[in-house]
């Protein structure tokens, strides 16, 4: 049997009460009524001193938002919460250690047009809108998101098209931003519309956390436009269990049954998912939703996110004790989004333990060793 997904969350004591059930769990009024302010937010979560100063540090740095659905994920008492450390400010973001950088992916160097990143050869990256339904402290893109909250104009997403037409080299675009599904169906149907007009371009990506942060987003219209526009991946963030909800297992459901693939990717976090029972349990639930598990990022070098990082041993311990001991489907490939905009690399447990001749030995998951006899060189 598949794994039950967790209750959606209760807002029987919250101030939304009363706010009738269609309106209520309706995007629209999740995204109208985003929490953005530490008196609301002091509504739902009994705030710590800590996380009162957090809203008072952070002011002006990086933009505080989230959804009232996801906000009553959160445990009101705990400031541990896993959810809770996601999107309450601490003061610690304030700061800014050695090695961290505005722009850590190096992407400001390679926006080739507004908006659009060419790094890799064949794929470009759309930001398609500065706005997010929840504005996660850790974000990578801390720099841009949030910052005006608006969608990037026609004019300007048409020279990101402009630019595309031009590069027949381009097979892949990932719209993203801020969060794609922030667009409206009009304009995200403009978009997918427009880049599935260009005829080299093979694969469309788009980057949401709303199956996560509002996932009454992913209304049967918006499934629908992404199969319509096929393929299309979706690329979505779910970072902890408790994120997998009933309204969360629909969204994906629906994109699934409508033939849209979804893939998560997940970020590594310390003090939230920096552990192999936490993340065999997140994919377990995933896998059960029909979404695979695809990346286990180790948390870029923002500014002001040295709390959340986690030494890159943690992640190898992590792939260490889940390879083998769960199914392949349940376990991602870690990596790392070498700083400067390099690129990524993926890392792996050393899994070769001695090589002699035609000889290679390996560690087993389960601790022992086995040989593999290479064949011997062709004659031919
Ligand atoms: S949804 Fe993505 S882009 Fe938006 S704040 Fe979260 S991590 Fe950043």
Known sequence: MPIAP??????????????????????????????????????????????????????????????????????ARNPACPIRQQLVPRPQEAVVRIGERADPLGEEPREVVPNLVHRYPDRVLLLSTDRCPV????????????????????????????????????KEVIVSGGDGLMLGDNQLEHVLGTLRSIEHVEIIRLATRMPVTCPMRVTDRVAALLAAHGPVYVMTHFNHPRECTVWAAEACRRLVDHGVVVYNQSVLLRGINDDVEIIR???????????????????????????????????????????????????????????GGLGKVTLVPEWIVGRTGRYTTFRTYSGETAEYLDPLPSEH
């Open 6 to 75: 967790n209750p959606n969350p209760d807002r029987s004591r919250s101030p939304w009460r009363d706010v009738p059930d269609d309106e209520f769990w309706s995007w629209g009024w999740q995204v109208k009524h985003r929490i953005d302010d530490p008196e609301t937010l002091g509504q739902v979560l009994e705030l710590t001193d800590e996380e009162r100063r957090g809203f008072d540090e952070t002011r002006g740095l990086f933009r505080f938002g989230v959804t009232p659905y996801y906000a009553l994920l959160a445990d």
């Open 135 to 170: 504005y996660c402290r850790f974000c990578t893109r801390r720099r841009i998101v949030g910052r005006v909250e608006r969608q990037s104009s026609r004019a300007l997403l048409a020279e990101a098209f402009e630019y595309v037409r031009a590069h027949p080299e381009i």
């Open 281 to 339: 349990d997140l994919n377990r639930r995933l896998v059960s939703m029909r979404v695979t598990p695809y990346y286990l990022h180790q948390c870029d070098l923002a500014e002001g996110i040295e709390h959340f990082r986690t030494p890159l041993a943690t992640g190898l311990a992590i792939i260490d004790g889940l390879r083998g001991h769960s199914s392949g489907l349940m376990v991602p490939q870690l990596c790392v989004d070498v700083p």
